[in-house]
């Protein structure tokens, strides 16, 4: 774990058991860096995990503290950590809603607040988020989603601002259709085969696209990138 890009930082990455979240953290790790996963479930023995329910915010700052003192420091945080629903706009309940917003905006938020002193500390801070390409272009069945992904986005520009003059960059990486666990319940091969054809590549995402962006962004290589939202699409979005 001495050499690589990352070699000797700590990346605190939340919802890093499955999917996307689990990419990051392998990644990150085979780039040098002591990876803590902050999640509900278990990541199994790829990664040192703290187990916490980022809805509360006492669990919030445990964990985080419970990282930065496990290693003396706080280098890279990524907020993965998300839920997906799919239900038309005039059938979305008040509970629904507020779910998605408690676990895709209101911990983003919470974990910010809870390592912002720590990275503050850090040569060279970095918080990724994970937004989502409907952030941007949202589509039937997932306003809630959407909107929820919007507000990382925007998040993502103010926080940039405020955290930038200690040193912080913040981004977002907006990913188009991956095929993870997450809403695979609801996919059809008729539904995969239409999202294929919106990319000029051909094909649906895979967590290791999202973890390279996440990659370059917690590296020293993206030093002069903040406050930007980044599309790793395949095309399916160009702006």
Request: a negative charge; aromatic letters at 6%; glycine letters at 10%.
């Amino acid at each position: 774990m001495g050499e690589g890009r990352l070699a000797g930082r700590v990346a605190l990455v939340t919802g890093g058991a499955r999917g996307i979240g689990k990419a990051i953290a392998a990644a990150f790790a085979d780039e040098g860096a002591h990876v803590a996963v902050v999640d509900v479930l278990d990541p199994g023995d790829d990664a040192w995990a703290v187990e916490a329910d980022l809805r509360h915010p006492d669990q919030v700052t445990w964990a985080v503290d419970a990282v930065a003192a496990r290693h003396g420091r706080l280098d890279i945080v990524v907020n993965n950590a998300g839920v997906f629903r799919s239900t038309p706009l005039l059938d979305i309940s008040l509970d629904e809603w507020q779910l998605l917003f408690d676990v895709n905006v209101r911990a983003l938020l919470l974990t910010t607040q809870a390592a912002a002193p720590h990275l503050a500390k850090a040569p060279a801070a970095r918080i990724v988020s994970i937004a989502s390409m409907g952030g941007k272009l949202g589509e039937p069945g997932q306003a809630h989603y959407a909107a929820t992904k919007a507000a990382v986005i925007a998040l993502t520009r103010v926080a940039a601002m405020e955290l930038g003059p200690q040193g912080i960059t913040v981004n977002c990486i907006c990913p188009g259709y991956v095929a993870t666990d997450m809403g695979a319940a609801d996919r059809t091969p008729e539904q995969v085969a239409q999202w294929e054809s919106l990319s000029p590549l051909g094909r649906l995402g895979t967590p290791d696209d999202v973890a390279r962006m996440a990659l370059f962004l917690g590296s020293d290589d993206a030093a002069y990138c903040t406050g930007q939202a980044f599309n790793v699409t395949g095309g399916m979005v160009m702006h």
